[in-house]
């Protein structure tokens, strides 16, 4: 009987920590976030006649949808909304700012195009309508998220005339302990400015097989801003990734650029108090 007790005594004590373990994996990540995504695509033509042209709104927005603290949900979704559709929505619940910004996007492109496609249309000999075919795409997804760390990725797509549109991707890491925006400042120590441009421009170098600056200057690199350590980045388990966009450094025809430094090169200039970094190793 005494062996019998024993026996149930250690298979309860098992289960009981398998239970929290799973318990523990189950919840690991700070918030315990679920995520949901509002899509949206709209067309309206002008004076609401479909032989004219349209603008088209593209929208699939990412939001926290669950958590184990509110507050936290709240709060991510001001940011979300901030970056996505701008500081005049961020007080509102995504589905009515979503709502809203179609409204607003398709009252614009009508109140802005109509007197002017009605006066130029006169001329019929003329092909304007190309030039009044407006887009803009919004999208945006929870790239990573795990224990403290959370990267929202946003890209933003538009069209508005002209030889061709513009794009640009933005990205936000956020600290879920205190709710705030990761910096580089945040990340590496004082002084990091210089040797961390260094180490774009190796890497750089690395990436095109050249032996210098100057040759990646000739491929259009510099050509329009400094190489320099950019606040667009995004945080992986293998390192930092700079997003630079079109025009950031380079002209358009070479589109987005992307420099990843592992977590090793930069080893020497992070900074000694730096813990969000377990969040991603």
């Known amino acids: 009987m005494k062996k019998q007790t024993v026996s149930q005594f250690i298979f309860l004590l098992t289960a009981s920590i398998f239970f929290f373990s799973c318990g523990n994996k189950m919840n690991k990540n700070t918030g315990s976030l679920e995520f949901d995504s509002i899509q949206v695509n709209e067309t309206a ?30 709060s991510l979704n001001t940011y979300f909304l901030s970056v996505c559709l701008g500081d005049k929505y961020l007080t509102m ?40 075919s407006y887009y803009k795409h919004l999208q945006s997804n929870v ?11 946003f890209r933003y797509e538009e069209y508005t005339g002209g030889a061709h549109g513009i794009y640009m991707t933005s990205f936000l890491n956020l600290d879920l302990r205190t709710m705030r925006p990761i910096r580089l400042d945040d990340l590496f120590a004082e002084g990091y400015e210089e040797s961390l441009t260094d180490l774009l421009w190796n890497q750089l170098m690395a990436i095109h097989k050249v032996t210098s600056r100057e040759e990646l200057e000739e491929m259009g690199y510099a050509s329009t801003g400094e190489l320099t350590p950019t606040e667009n980045f995004y945080l992986t388990k293998e390192g930092i990734t700079f997003y ?5 450094i380079a002209p358009y025809v070479m589109g987005a650029i992307e420099i990843s430094l592992p977590w090793e090169m930069m080893q020497h200039l992070l900074s000694d108090n730096l813990q969000i970094t377990e969040s991603v190793r």
Do not use: M
């Open 143 to 153: 790239q990573y998220y795990a224990k403290d760390l959370l990267v929202y990725r």
């Open 244 to 248: 630079y966009n079109v025009y950031d």
């Open 45 to 74: 033509h002008l004076f609401g006649d479909t032989a004219k042209p349209a603008c088209n709104l593209v929208i699939n927005f990412t939001f926290a949808s669950q958590s184990s603290d509110p507050r936290l949900k709240d």
């Open 93 to 132: 619940q995504p589905e009515k700012a979503i709502e809203q910004y179609t409204q607003k996007y398709i009252s614009d492109y009508r109140s802005d195009l109509e007197p002017l496609y009605q006066k130029e249309n006169n001329d019929t000999s003329s092909d304007v309508g190309a030039w009044y």
